[in-house]
């Protein structure tokens, strides 16, 4: 999948916008991101300041903490994806978590972040999930239910993950009548369009994506970015995929 780099001769004109209610972690992140030519940092202290801000100025991604008082992290991503605020709804954002937050993941990628970094910050990660991020579009199906993703940040702060069966709708389901048309391809053939034809899991069982749904750029680089929590990294799945005429 090939990564459209050209915006970076613009990239120091970027705007970026980090949220989280810890100010020396703010402070530490725009001195980073300031280090990597990006002048442009405005800072909210939870989802709530955040969307207020988005509703005023225009940014080119957002990088948010996941718990914060008022609003989570998740939950303003969630009203960005249902198009609830003033920035349009495939706006860029990254999700600062600990990859042991399963809860947190299976919610981040049914949302479709374009990213996760962890604390503390490591700067060539950051300019790696920087330039991943600002070259992904997220063109989502007609209908796609993201007012269905559940956010349950008690659960997380309680137990760290959780074992879940997945979300899905009607409109995911693959018929039985096309199971001789499965492929199994590896974790780095996945590719945009492809629809998953088995769930994938974390290897505590912790269902990221279930059976059913259609693959984007977004979820495809997320996989990539899991690859040490996977249960696997070979699955089934329909379509999507080209080699000599095959499907």
Request: some cysteine; glycine content about 8%; overall charge negative.
């Given at each position: 999948?090939?990564?459209?780099?050209?915006?970076l001769?613009?990239?120091?004109?970027?705007?970026?916008?980090?949220?989280?209610?810890?100010?020396?972690?703010?402070?530490?992140?725009?001195?980073?991101?300031?280090?990597?030519g990006?002048?442009?940092?405005?800072?909210?202290g939870?989802?709530?300041?955040?969307?207020?801000?988005?509703?005023?100025?225009?940014?080119?991604?957002?990088?948010?903490?996941?718990?914060m008082?008022?609003?989570?992290?998740?939950?303003?991503?969630?009203?960005?994806?249902?198009?609830?605020?003033?920035?349009?709804s495939?706006?860029?954002?990254?999700?600062?978590?600990s990859?042991?937050?399963?809860?947190?993941?299976?919610?981040?990628?049914?949302?479709?972040?374009?990213?996760?970094?962890?604390?503390?910050?490591?700067?060539?990660?950051?300019?790696?999930?920087?330039?991943?991020?600002?070259?992904?579009?997220?063109?989502?199906?007609?209908?796609?239910?993201?007012?269905?993703?559940?956010?349950?940040?008690?659960?997380?702060?309680?137990?760290?993950?959780?074992h879940?069966?997945?979300?899905?709708?009607?409109?995911?389901?693959?018929?039985?009548?096309?199971?001789?048309?499965?492929?199994?391809?590896?974790l780095?053939?996945?590719?945009?369009?492809?629809?998953?034809?088995?769930?994938?899991?974390?290897?505590?069982?912790?269902?990221?994506?279930?059976?059913?749904f259609?693959?984007?750029?977004?979820?495809?680089?997320?996989?990539?970015?899991?690859?040490?929590?996977?249960?696997?990294?070979?699955?089934?799945?329909?379509?999507g995929?080209?080699?000599?005429?095959?499907?």
């Amino acid at each position: 999948m090939a990564i459209d780099f050209e915006f970076l001769d613009s990239f120091e004109r970027k705007r970026v916008l980090i949220v989280d209610d810890d100010s020396f972690i703010l402070g530490v992140l725009e001195k980073l991101l300031n280090m990597l030519g990006i002048e442009s940092v405005l800072r909210a202290g939870d989802g709530d300041e955040a969307l207020t801000l988005l509703s005023e100025q225009a940014v080119d991604l957002v990088i948010s903490d996941v718990q914060m008082p008022n609003l989570d992290g998740l939950s303003m991503l969630k009203q960005i994806r249902m198009g609830r605020t003033g920035a349009p709804s495939n706006l860029p954002c990254i999700v600062v978590t600990s990859l042991d937050e399963e809860a947190v993941l299976v919610a981040a990628m049914r949302l479709d972040a374009n990213g996760f970094v962890q604390k503390p910050f490591k700067t060539p990660m950051l300019i790696k999930r920087l330039l991943i991020a600002l070259s992904e579009t997220i063109v989502e199906m007609p209908g796609h239910p993201y007012s269905d993703v559940v956010i349950d940040l008690e659960q997380v702060a309680l137990t760290g993950s959780v074992h879940s069966t997945g979300q899905s709708h009607q409109s995911q389901h693959i018929p039985l009548e096309r199971d001789e048309k499965y492929t199994l391809v590896s974790l780095f053939q996945l590719r945009s369009d492809m629809q998953l034809a088995e769930d994938i899991k974390t290897k505590s069982g912790t269902v990221l994506l279930s059976a059913g749904f259609t693959l984007n750029e977004a979820r495809v680089h997320r996989m990539w970015e899991l690859e040490k929590n996977l249960e696997k990294t070979s699955f089934r799945v329909v379509g999507g995929w080209n080699m000599g005429g095959g499907s």
